[in-house]
């Protein structure tokens, strides 16, 4: 690869990261108030669905995004309620939700315009340069010539850092997710924070999930999301946690997919099947390299009952 | 359920293990049989109801959907046939995923397994020789279980040789199994000049046979029940099975027993990757005798959710997944005459599976996945 090439390919490793990391940014909130985020995919899938959908009959991208946001935070309520009320499962009750998901998209996809998936090509959102930024050599191109989304997740990243290391609510977030017995003796509900912090993520993936139908590709097709939800929980644990270096991770599974897209084009002696097993293998190859370093917020995964105290 | 009171705790001796072990039984004694009928039929039932205000909400008579749909699953024999097909590697993959949820393993990967599967068994049919006559199907048989239980294998061996969660390892070899299909499809084993990726047709005497003369029914169901059998008994019945079912109930009591949670966890993924690589060759051999694109698509997924609405429970598997099985040649039925998309099963499935999963965690039912 020549400079403009690797150029255009560090800014496509962006762009591919941003759906990735609204994702592993919301589950990163479900996950250290202490749930396990495999709904994440779900979210996303709604959330693009959402999006499009109301951008396809509104033509507002605007109300599309809040659409996105607002189905994403529906999908997480069903995890919110079933979780943290009912203490159901969250590794199953995640999985639970992508089916459902998957299964009222396409349906809808259907049922709502008569039978038949309308024919959807909506105007993608375009780069927005940044004056001066965007004019530097080299990483101007690659930082600031990136769509709305892409800025917008970026700011997101330092706004959820500071919110988790900074502020009295990201303290109650980390101690839910830690001890909720200790939260709730201090004067917190544990059952509360841990609902609004999966509704809250939900609405992170699902503007995740926009990015995708909108930013992206301009339409919704059944399933679209394809694993990115997983994906992102690999970002997630790669990142232990914490939201810089989760971005990161997502900015590594970015520049995967990113290769892989060229890699095609290389005329390499291995089909463009075994190229596309990439991102999952190099996730599960990062994960195992990982091993068991990682440390999980305490209480993950564990159900929290006032009467169990 | 009689059974759980024959929970031999002479194979294992001390008082913290005895403690465990009346606990354990204890706590199964709430999940008796109607109980966890009532519940199935009830989640079922709610989101059955849930998904009549969709079918409204797109216009469409929920009634006439739901009586399109019955017709569809049991209105003939053909349609029988049809539906009983459908539940085969449902129910052989779900038997599998209950066992692993009885050990609190969490294997979702059943779709990548079922794969494999359909992959080793389609490499036998296709490599043997014209004259190897019957004895193709059980050795296709045989390396679709090997090759099942060997992708649950490298899932295993990640997950406890480097620690990461088996959700992650078996959803993302899922995608990988998934693309190994469309990879030798398009290279060794497919049929060329075919417009669609699939392997040529197999011959004659790889086919499953019949079980009823005039349709479309395979052996594959019975394969499946002699399956549930056998997991039932294993559950119930022996040392390995005890094993499983201490270390879902209390793992700390299991370790101080002695019991190897990588050694039991290793042989239940392997064991259900089996079965569903079994599901795969049957799928491959019965339904379509060739291998085909996709044709594992959602089957992981029903897996897990045949096992929940089971109540992990691996004899209650058989008419979970002959459950899943009619409704879902019913919604194909429904689809073609109503005009109500198909989809729907999915609602109804992932509803039903956050319905169930929701009244075992208040403890409706005292078990615990």
Same mark, same amino acid.
């Given at each position: 690869m020549d400079g403009a090439a690797i150029i255009e390919f560090l800014a496509a490793s962006i762009r591919i990261a941003t759906p990735l990391l609204f994702g592993a940014l919301g589950g990163l909130l479900s996950e250290r108030a202490g749930t396990f985020a495999v709904g994440i995919e779900g979210m996303m899938l709604a959330g693009a669905f959402g999006g499009a959908v109301t951008t396809l009959l509104t033509t507002d991208v605007g109300a599309g995004l809040a659409v996105s946001a607002a189905s994403g935070a529906a999908a997480g309520l069903i995890v919110a309620v079933a979780t943290a009320k009912f203490r159901a499962d969250h590794m199953v009750t995640g999985l639970a939700l992508n089916i459902f998901v998957i299964g009222l998209t396409s349906f809808l996809l259907r049922g709502l315009f008569g039978g038949q998936p309308p024919v959807m090509q909506l105007p993608t959102l375009k780069s927005l340069p940044i004056p001066y930024l965007a004019d530097v050599p080299g990483i101007g191109r690659v930082l600031f010539h990136q769509p709305v989304l892409t800025y917008a997740a970026f700011a997101l990243t330092l706004a959820i850092s500071v919110l988790l290391a900074k502020t009295q609510t990201g303290l109650m977030l980390r101690a839910v997710g830690e001890n909720p017995e200790a939260a709730f003796t201090a004067g917190s509900n544990p059952v509360r924070v841990r609902m609004v912090a999966i509704v809250v993520g939900g609405a992170l993936a699902g503007l995740g999930g926009a990015v995708l139908s909108l930013q992206e590709v301009g339409t919704f097709t059944d399933g679209m999301t394809n694993g990115r939800g997983f994906i992102a929980l690999a970002a997630i644990i790669v990142g232990r946690w914490m939201p810089f270096p989760t971005l990161l991770g997502c900015l590594l599974f970015g520049g995967v997919t990113a290769l892989e897209l060229r890699v095609q084009?290389? &005329?390499?002696?291995?089909s463009s099947y075994v190229i596309q097993m990439t991102p999952y293998l190099a996730a599960l190859a990062v994960l195992a390299g990982i091993g068991r370093g990682a440390r999980l917020?305490?209480?993950?995964g564990t159900a929290f009952a006032r009467n169990r105290l | 359920m009689s059974e759980d009171g024959s929970v031999r705790v002479d194979e294992v001796d001390g008082g913290a293990v005895a403690t465990a072990t009346r606990h354990f039984v204890e706590a199964l004694a709430g999940a008796d049989w109607l109980r966890a009928l009532l519940l199935a039929s009830a989640a079922v039932a709610l989101a059955l109801g849930v998904t009549a205000v969709l079918i409204a909400i797109s216009g469409k008579n929920p009634l006439v959907a739901y009586a399109a749909l019955v017709r569809g699953a049991v209105g003939s024999i053909d349609r029988i046939a049809f539906a009983l097909n459908k539940s085969t590697p449902y129910i052989l993959g779900g038997v599998g995923v209950a066992l692993c949820f009885r050990a609190k393993v969490i294997n979702i990967g059943a779709e990548g397994q079922i794969a494999v599967g359909g992959i080793a068994a389609s490499w036998v049919a296709l490599s043997t020789a014209a004259s190897s006559g019957a004895s193709v199907i059980p050795a296709a048989i045989a390396a679709a279980a090997l090759g099942g239980a060997g992708w649950a294998a490298f899932a295993a061996t990640i997950r406890l040789t480097r620690g990461v969660h088996e959700v992650l390892c078996t959803l993302l070899l899922n995608f990988v199994g998934l693309l190994l299909v469309s990879e030798v499809l398009h290279g060794p084993m497919g049929e060329p000049g075919a417009g669609f990726p699939q392997s040529p047709l197999f011959k004659r005497q790889a086919w499953l046979p019949n079980?009823?003369?005039?349709? &479309?029914?395979?052996?594959g169901i019975l394969i499946a029940a002699l399956a549930v059998v056998a997991c039932h008994m294993l559950l119930w019945r022996t040392t390995f099975g005890f094993r499983l079912r201490l270390l879902g109930a209390s793992p700390a009591a299991a370790a101080y027993a002695g019991v190897s949670f990588p050694r039991c966890a290793f042989a239940v993924m392997a064991l259900a990757g089996g079965l569903a690589g079994v599901a795969g060759g049957i799928e491959v051999?019965?339904?379509?005798?060739r291998l085909i694109e996709g044709f594992s698509l959602g089957f992981g997924f029903n897996a897990v959710a045949v096992a929940l609405l089971a109540s992990i429970n691996p004899m209650a598997v058989l008419p979970a997944g002959l459950f899943l099985g009619f409704l879902e040649a019913g919604a194909l039925a429904m689809q073609r005459e109503v005009g109500v998309p198909s989809s729907l099963v999915f609602v109804i499935e992932g509803l039903t599976m956050v319905f169930v999963l929701c009244a075992i965690g208040i403890g409706i039912r005292q078990q615990r996945v």
């Open positions: 084009g290389w &005329d390499l002696p291995v917020p305490a209480a993950i | 079980l009823l003369a005039g349709t &479309d029914l395979h052996i051999l019965g339904v379509h005798y």
